[in-house]
């Protein structure tokens, strides 16, 4: 069993930072991309910024220069430092892991998802 447990999300004024945290636990052999998804209301599911286990990070352009994703392998976190928010940011925040875990003994690589937390941006 693998858990995913986001945090840090909330109400937050234009022009404000938040940090979400990420933790995972569990079965867990190791961990290799780990990311930031979001999702506002009637549009699709959308990659915020992703961390690969050796530290290479991606970013969707509306987010570069004001979101830093960062990760502790030694927790097994990922961290979204979001600045300078805007309301267009306003949508859940999800969490996405790609870990390596034991499924009936075996080896197995899955995909994870967290419940999801709201950030809310107001202008």
């Known amino acids: 069993q693998v858990q995913v447990v986001e945090s840090g999300g909330g109400l937050v004024q234009a022009g404000g930072s938040l940090r979400l945290s990420c933790a995972t636990s569990g079965r867990i052999l190791s961990i290799n991309t780990m990311g930031w998804y979001r999702q506002a209301p009637g549009k699709q599911r959308e990659l915020v910024a992703q961390i690969t286990s050796g530290g290479t990070t991606n970013y969707a352009d509306s987010v570069k220069g004001r979101f830093t994703i960062s990760r502790d392998n030694t927790k097994n976190t990922v961290y979204l430092q979001m600045n300078s928010l805007k309301p267009e940011d306003t949508a859940v925040y999800y969490c996405?892991?790609?870990?390596?875990?034991?499924?009936?003994?075996?080896?197995?690589?899955?995909?994870?998802w967290g419940q999801g937390t709201q950030v809310t941006v107001s202008s």
């Open positions: 996405n892991a790609v870990i390596r875990t034991l499924r009936d003994y075996y080896p197995t690589t899955y995909e994870y």
